[in-house]
C-alpha cells in the first residue's frame, strides 16, 4: 500500500454512494416512465460506478495503481458514452391526448 490508498478508498467510496444513488433514481425513473434515455442514464452511471470499484479493488489488491487508474478510466469512457447517447435516444414515450369541453 501506498500514500493514496486512503484518498483513493474514500474517493471511491463517495463515487459509489453518489454515483449509485444517481443511477438508482434514474432507474426508478425509467421504470415510471419507461423512457429509453433514462434507462441509458441509469446504465451510464451504474457502468461509471462499477468502473470505480473495479479500479479501486485492483488498487487495494493488486497494489498498482497504474491498473487501476486503466480501468477505471475505461469504465468511465464506458460511462460517459453511454450517457451521450441517452441526449440522442428518442424520449417521446406518451400520447397527446385532446379533449373537448362539453357545454
Do not use: K
Not at 463515487?15 to 434515455?37: D, E, K, P
Amino acid at each position: 500500500m501506498n500514500e493514496y490508498t486512503l484518498i483513493i478508498a474514500v474517493a471511491n467510496a463517495a463515487t459509489l454512494l453518489t454515483g449509485g444513488a444517481v443511477a438508482t433514481f434514474s432507474y426508478r425513473a425509467f421504470r415510471r416512465t419507461g423512457s429509453r434515455a433514462l434507462r441509458a442514464v441509469a446504465t451510464g452511471f451504474t457502468f461509471i460506478v462499477v468502473g470505480s470499484v473495479f479500479g479501486g479493488v485492483a488498487h487495494l489488491l493488486g497494489d498498482s495503481v497504474a491498473l487501476g487508474v486503466a480501468i477505471q478510466s475505461s469504465f468511465v469512457a464506458g460511462g460517459f458514452a453511454i450517457l451521450l447517447y441517452s441526449l440522442y435516444v428518442e424520449t417521446s414515450t406518451t400520447e397527446l391526448i385532446t379533449a373537448r369541453y362539453l357545454r
